[in-house]
């Protein structure tokens, strides 16, 4: 396909149905955690329209009013959504009983109005995720990437050297935690009923960063969570790790990572 936008949405029946003035439409949600749509909302990006009964691209469109937010109650959600775009959410929708929060722990909510670029008809072969938005760039780099294997590939003998990490106090601080992540507290359950979880170096152990292999400097994740503190995605805050009596998180671990490691654009959890 030729790509005019680097994202997709899934679009609404209604919507589809009436392109035209599909500048009458706008579209709103809230989630309990940070999800990466709320990092790219802004006036000027253009998104593909996606529709499911058909399975095609509809439609170019461009935001023209939005973004995101935080908020704890459905009454400052509706107050945010306004001040972005205008509109005000209807309660009476069914998806608002999945946005209101209990008042207490704080959540990210999106609002935005486009307008319509052009109307398209290119077919979509590939899966949609149920969240409803979709990277192209990393879908189609899948894509390219399996018609890339080798059925021979050539082996070569080679040596390396790695850290040798203190298996048994990763282990120790799993069954400390029980698995549940310490930033957004997931545990997950393996056939077997035990938990799997990963523990991560603030400070990492290799070069150039010589980090120590001790317990105030590892955090135990979700391999989701773990796989944006690698990368940087995420900046740390003590009081928003989940602590336990018997495990002490450094603080200078903490800047160390949000200072060497996170982008100064990543979003604090």
Excluded at 61 to 87: D, N, V
Excluded at 115 to 124: D, G, P, S, Y
Aim: aromatic residues 8%; proline residues 5%; positive net charge.
């Amino acid at each position: 396909m030729s790509r005019q936008a680097d994202f997709a949405l899934t679009l609404q029946p209604n919507e589809v149905a009436d392109l035209d003035h599909i500048d009458q439409f706008w579209w709103w949600s809230g989630w309990q955690r940070r999800h990466w749509p709320a990092d790219i909302i802004r006036p000027g990006l253009r998104l593909y329209g996606f529709d499911k009964r058909s399975r095609c691209f509809v439609a170019v469109l461009e935001i023209t009013k939005g973004g995101a937010f935080t908020y704890r109650t459905g009454a400052e959600f509706i107050r945010r959504s306004h001040a972005q775009t205008g509109r005000k959410p209807d309660r009476r929708d069914p998806h608002w009983k999945n946005v209101v929060g209990d008042g207490r722990s704080e959540r990210t909510g999106i609002a935005l109005r486009w307008k319509l670029v052009n109307e398209i008809h290119e077919q979509w072969a590939g899966k949609f995720p149920r969240l409803g938005w979709i990277r192209l760039t990393e879908v189609l780099a899948d894509q390219e990437g399996a018609d890339c294997g080798n059925p021979d590939p050539k082996r070569v003998t080679s040596q390396q050297s790695r850290i040798v990490r203190e298996t048994a106090l990763i282990r120790y601080l799993k069954r400390l935690h029980d698995h549940l992540c310490q930033l957004c507290g997931t545990r997950l359950s393996l056939p077997d009923g035990s938990g799997y979880s990963e523990g991560h170096h603030l400070r990492p152990l290799g070069k150039p960063h010589n980090g120590p292999d001790l317990a105030s400097n590892i955090v135990i994740l979700c391999p989701n969570c773990h796989a944006l503190c690698d990368f940087g995605a995420i900046r740390l805050t003590s009081k928003n790790l989940r602590r336990h009596d018997a495990h002490t998180v450094a603080d200078v671990f903490i800047h160390y990572h949000n200072s060497r490691i996170a982008s100064p654009n990543s979003g604090v959890t």
